[in-house]
T-cell receptor
Framework: AQSVTQLGSHVSVSEGALVLLRCNYSSSVPPYLFWYVQYPNQGLQLLLKYTTGATLVKGINGFEAEFKKSETSFHLTKPSAHMSDAAEYFCAVRGNNNDMRFGAGTRLTVKP | DSGVTQTPKHLITATGQRVTLRCSPRSGDLSVYWYQQSLDQGLQFLIQYYNGEERAKGNILERFSAQQFPDLHSELNLSSLELGDSALYFC??????????????FGPGTRLLVL
C-alpha cells in the first residue's frame, strides 16, 4: 500500500534561509507524489506534483521538489524563505482507491 | 480559490445529533472526495463519488454516509455524533474517475464542533 512519512512535525527557519521539508514514500508501484500547503483556516492548495519524467519538479511560490527513487524521497525545498511561507505542508501519495494519502504534516515557522 | 465550495463554514452541534455538510465541485469535475482532518488522525480519506455513484471507501464510519446528486454536488451526512467527530471536513474534486497524476482540488472545509 502507498504511504508517505514526513520527517519533522515542526521546522523553523529564518527569513531568507533555505527551506527543506522532508518526505519519504512507500509504494509498490511508481508513485504519484504531491505537496500541498495549508494556510491557517484555509483549505489545501497544491504546490507541486510528480508524475513521471523529470525528477525535479517546480511548483508555485518558488518551491520545488526532487523525486529520488533510490532514496524513496520527495523533499520540498525553497532557496529563500519568506514570512508568507509560514503554513502547514503536507506530502501525499496517490492511493489504490484514487484517494490521496497524506503525511502527518510539517508546520513551517519563519522567523524575521 | 480552488473553485470548490463547501457549506457551512462552521457547525456547532451536540452529541447524538445529525448534520449535513455540502460540497459543490469545480465546474466540470465529476469526482468528489471527502476527507476528515483531526488532530489525532491527521488527514484521512472517507469516500469518493463519481458522477453520482460511490466509487471508493476509506476510513468512513457506519454512522457517516454521503451521496452525489445529479447536479454533481455532494453531501456528507454525519449522524449520532460523538465528541470525537469534531474535525475539519474537506471536500475535493477532480475531473476524472481514476486518479493517477490528476490533481484533487480542495474546498475550504467545514469545521465541525460537537459539544
Amino acid at each position: 500500500a502507498q504511504s508517505v512519512t514526513q520527517l519533522g512535525s515542526h521546522v523553523s527557519v529564518s527569513e531568507g534561509a533555505l527551506v527543506l521539508l522532508r518526505c519519504n514514500y512507500s509504494s509498490s508501484v511508481p508513485p504519484y507524489l504531491f505537496w500541498y500547503v495549508q494556510y491557517p483556516n484555509q483549505g489545501l492548495q497544491l504546490l507541486l506534483k510528480y508524475t513521471t519524467g523529470a525528477t525535479l519538479v517546480k511548483g508555485i511560490n518558488g518551491f520545488e521538489a526532487e523525486f529520488k527513487k533510490s532514496e524513496t524521497s520527495f523533499h520540498l525545498t525553497k532557496p529563500s524563505a519568506h514570512m508568507s511561507d509560514a503554513a502547514e505542508y503536507f506530502c501525499a501519495v496517490r492511493g489504490n482507491n484514487n484517494d490521496m494519502r497524506f503525511g502527518a504534516g510539517t508546520r513551517l515557522t519563519v522567523k524575521p | 480559490d480552488s473553485g470548490v465550495t463547501q457549506t457551512p463554514k462552521h457547525l456547532i452541534t451536540a452529541t447524538g445529533q445529525r448534520v449535513t455538510l455540502r460540497c459543490s465541485p469545480r465546474s466540470g469535475d465529476l469526482s468528489v472526495y471527502w476527507y476528515q482532518q483531526s488532530l489525532d488522525q491527521g488527514l484521512q480519506f472517507l469516500i469518493q463519488y463519481y458522477n453520482g455513484e460511490e466509487r471508493a471507501k476509506g476510513n468512513i464510519l457506519e454512522r457517516f454516509s454521503a451521496q452525489q446528486f445529479p447536479d454533481l454536488h455532494s453531501e456528507l451526512n454525519l449522524s449520532s455524533l460523538e465528541l470525537g467527530d469534531s474535525a475539519l471536513y474537506f471536500c475535493a474534486s477532480s475531473s476524472r474517475l481514476a486518479g493517477g497524476p490528476e490533481t484533487q482540488y480542495f474546498g475550504p472545509g467545514t469545521r465541525l464542533l460537537v459539544l
